[in-house]
T-cell receptor, first 114, second 114 residues
């Protein structure tokens, strides 16, 4: 596979469940990102990892827990979510050192919290 | 802080009509500017970019010029097609912090009718 792959594409979970979103990139990029896309709102940057180290946490509630075991994989662990957390979660990667920071996005994981 | 403002949608056009989607930004320094496009059920894809004042980005018949004096990066296309129906996002590259990150506008839905 090439590009950025996200799984699952769709997820429905209850407020007491624990689930994880997975992102994998095969582009050799060093930076990975989680964005939240909600209707009628700008894309919200959640987390940034650079060379596996977290460099940005945009005041995200602790019920979202990211994990970056290596530069190719990024997870978002979910627990005790709220209905307002229902959204499309987008993963992206980039090579910041290459100049203009062009992000390559995955297709997203559509999350519904009941 | 840095921000992007783009025109509210939806924008509904007939095939072969002229398209303009307005985008203005607020930033310190000299950010790079981007347009991304999101087709139904997919993630965001880079459409075009410009890295310095007066640069013109172009791709697939779309164009946008980096205007520092008006802090704008309006997207234009001379003749739209039904296949251009998508959500268009304006973004700037924020070089603050340890890692470059993109700040997005709210997105503008374009619907092209045959």
């Amino acid at each position: 596979e090439t590009g950025v792959t996200q799984t699952p594409r769709h997820l429905v979970m209850g407020m007491t469940n624990k689930k994880s979103l997975k992102c994998e990139q095969h582009l050799g990029h060093n930076a990975m990102y989680w964005y939240k896309q909600s209707a009628k709102k700008p894309l919200e940057l959640m987390f940034v990892y650079n060379f596996k180290e977290q460099t940005e946490n945009n005041s995200v509630p602790s019920r979202f827990s990211p994990e970056c075991p290596n530069s190719s994989h990024l997870f978002l662990h979910l627990h005790t979510l709220q209905p307002e957390d229902s959204a499309l979660y987008l993963c992206a990667s980039s090579q910041p050192e290459s100049g203009a920071n062009v992000l390559t996005f995955g297709a997203g994981s559509r999350l519904t919290v009941l | 802080g840095n921000s992007v403002t783009q025109m509210e949608g939806p924008v509904t056009l007939s095939e072969e009509a002229f398209l303009t989607i307005n985008c203005t930004y607020t930033a310190t320094g000299y950010p790079s500017l981007f347009w991304y496009v999101q087709y139904p059920g997919e993630g965001l894809q880079l459409l075009l970019k410009a890295t310095k004042a007066d640069d013109k980005g172009s791709n697939k018949g779309f164009e946008a010029t980096y205007r520092k004096e008006t802090t704008s990066f309006h997207l234009e296309k001379g003749s739209v097609q039904v296949s251009d129906s998508a959500v268009y996002f304006c973004a700037l590259s924020d070089r603050g912090g340890a890692t470059n990150k993109l700040i997005f506008g709210t997105g503008t839905l374009l619907a092209v009718q045959p």
